[in-house]
């Protein structure tokens, strides 16, 4: 009886973060094939940005009123966005900024909710592990995002196009994610100030984070491990 509880919870309440970061992960893997694959790919990398947003947002565990309008929220900023892949607006300033404004709100948010639960974790699993990565891809999102907005607002705020004539948004990611992980290349470089102090607090956070997660992780472990021995 007892058995067949414990098998009972865990099929529903299955590892947390595993969802999450398979699309996390498939999304970032099809960027550069967007230009390729037409408007069907277009299509599914948008797709895939909102549902990554209602899969964070489910983790979030709200009360229905709150989690219905985050998912309202979520799908405006989809439908905006389909609306602009598909071409049936210009792409203009206002429409663009929303769109990115939401998910890059969506994204931060979550980077920090799940950062706040692996704080406060009592036992490392391999779901924490995934819980720390996708953090660390979120942050790379989230930053793309802000990146995003600037050069919106002004596109010569970088050396070079964030966003390429065909529409991808490759170059964005790429600037993020060798800014996290503080490769600087040098071939994207900020030009105004507004990009110049978000270049400075990603790179910062690039190395503040995986220093603070792997010390989370080697610390949880040893007082679990000291806790099973005594």
């Not at 694959?37 to 565990?61: D, H, K, N, P, V």
């Not at 391999?126 to 596109?155: A, E, F, N, R």
């Not at 600087?184 to 956070?205: C, H, K, R, W, Y």
Request: aromatic share 14%; with cysteine.
């Amino acid at each position: 009886m007892i058995e067949n509880s414990l098998f009972m919870n865990r099929s529903v309440s299955p590892p947390q973060y595993t969802h999450l970061l398979s699309v996390i992960v498939l999304r970032l893997l099809i960027v550069p094939f967007v230009g390729w694959g037409g408007m069907l790919s277009e299509i599914l990398a948008s797709f895939l940005f909102f549902y990554m947003t209602i899969l964070i947002i489910q983790s979030y565990r709200l009360p229905r009123s709150l989690f219905m309008l985050f998912v309202a929220i979520s799908s405006i900023g989809f439908v905006l966005d389909m609306i602009l892949t598909l071409g049936w607006v210009p792409m203009t300033v206002p429409p663009t900024l929303i769109v990115q404004v939401i998910y890059s709100l969506s994204f931060g948010s979550a980077a920090w909710l799940i950062l706040q639960r692996l704080l406060q974790t009592s036992r490392v699993t391999m779901d924490t592990v995934k819980g720390g990565i996708c953090v660390y891809l979120l942050l790379g999102y989230t930053w793309s995002l802000l990146y995003g907005i600037v050069y919106t607002l002004d596109p010569n705020a970088f050396s070079s196009a964030l966003v390429t004539e065909e529409g991808s948004y490759l170059n964005m990611l790429y600037f993020s994610f060798i800014t996290l992980t503080t490769l600087g290349f040098g071939d994207i470089v900020p030009v105004n100030e507004v990009a110049s102090v978000l270049t400075i607090l990603e790179a910062l956070v690039g190395q503040i984070y995986p220093a603070v997660f792997m010390a989370l992780l080697v610390s949880t472990y040893l007082a679990h491990r000291h806790l099973s021995e005594t």
